[in-house]
């Protein structure tokens, strides 16, 4: 992989909280954004994810599939994350997004379409962790 194709930037280096239950979709993304600087952490299920959140020494984005076994799917993963850690952002996935989703997310919450490009996910990592334009802050969990 070319690794000049993507430059490091302010929102380097983060750690992304890969979670889908499908190993064979979860594990190429994670791999991918690893070789393009990312730290990344891996959860098969909404639980794991929410553990990984509690114990890890940061995560500065979640990315998750919606349509996950279990109690809680990736918009109650979501939803959890805003009562539990404001201001962490979440870039939802699913190949079944319908009219019912639309009343389901949150506007802080992104959604990418299944199936997507690596590249894809990467803009809506850095467009999620760059500060508003003008803000002067940091990127999400720069410097954290």
Do not use: N
Not at 29 to 53: K, M, N, S, T
Not at 87 to 95: A, C, H, I, M, R
């Amino acid at each position: 992989m070319d690794m000049q194709k993507h430059p490091s930037d302010a929102t380097l280096p983060a750690t992304v909280l890969v979670v889908d239950d499908d190993q064979l979709v979860r594990e190429p993304i994670a791999d991918y954004l690893r070789e393009v600087g990312f730290d990344v952490l891996e959860a098969g299920d909404a639980h794991e994810a929410i553990d990984l959140v509690d114990h890890a020494d940061h995560v500065d984005l979640v990315f998750t599939d919606i349509r996950m076994p279990g109690e809680l799917d990736g918009v109650g993963l979501a939803r959890w994350v805003r009562t539990h850690r404001p201001g962490l952002p979440v870039l939802l996935t699913s190949g079944y997004c319908g009219t019912w989703l639309g009343d389901r997310l949150e506007r802080e919450v992104r959604l990418i379409q299944k199936p997507y490009t690596q590249d894809e996910v990467l803009r809506q990592i850095r467009r999620l962790l760059r500060p508003p334009a003008g803000d002067g802050r940091p990127a999400y969990g720069a410097g954290a």
